[in-house]
Nanobody, 115 residues
Framework: QVHLMESGGGLVQDGGSLRLSCKAT????????VSWYRQAPGKQREVVAS???????DYADFVKGRFTISRDNVRRTGYLQMSSLKSEDTAVYYC?????????WGQGTQVTVAS
């Protein structure tokens, strides 16, 4: 079955960096787009960045210039490099991949930015 596992979250100071990873199993990863979402307490889940199977990246305006999405199809892993983190980036970050007509989600990884 399809399984997505995020890792790399944690506590970081304002202005710091983190790299999130999303390891995928049970699907043809190289043919699927990968997206990162986040959900802060009391707020709706929002898309942060997406990368197509052709490695074309799109970003939400609030992370442009600070976050970089990438993928390694050999390792079946998506990445989100986050730099210049701000307190408002504090949230649970999820990766999402579509497969066989469904959208699959990981369990999420907490990112906390201390000001």
């Amino acid at each position: 079955q399809v399984h997505l596992m995020e890792s790399g979250g944690g506590l970081v100071q304002d202005g710091g960096s983190l790299r999130l990873s999303c390891k995928a199993t049970g699907l043809n990863f190289s043919l699927a787009p990968v997206s990162w979402y986040r959900q802060a307490p009391g707020k709706q889940r929002e898309v942060v960045a997406s990368i197509s199977k052709e490695h074309t990246a799109d970003y939400a305006d609030f992370v442009k210039g600070r976050f970089t999405i990438s993928r390694d199809n050999v390792r079946r892993t998506g990445y989100l490099q986050m730099s210049s983190l701000k307190s408002e980036d504090t949230a649970v970050y999820y990766c999402s991949v579509p497969s066989r007509g469904r959208t699959f989600w990981g369990q999420g990884t907490q990112v906390t930015v201390a000001s």
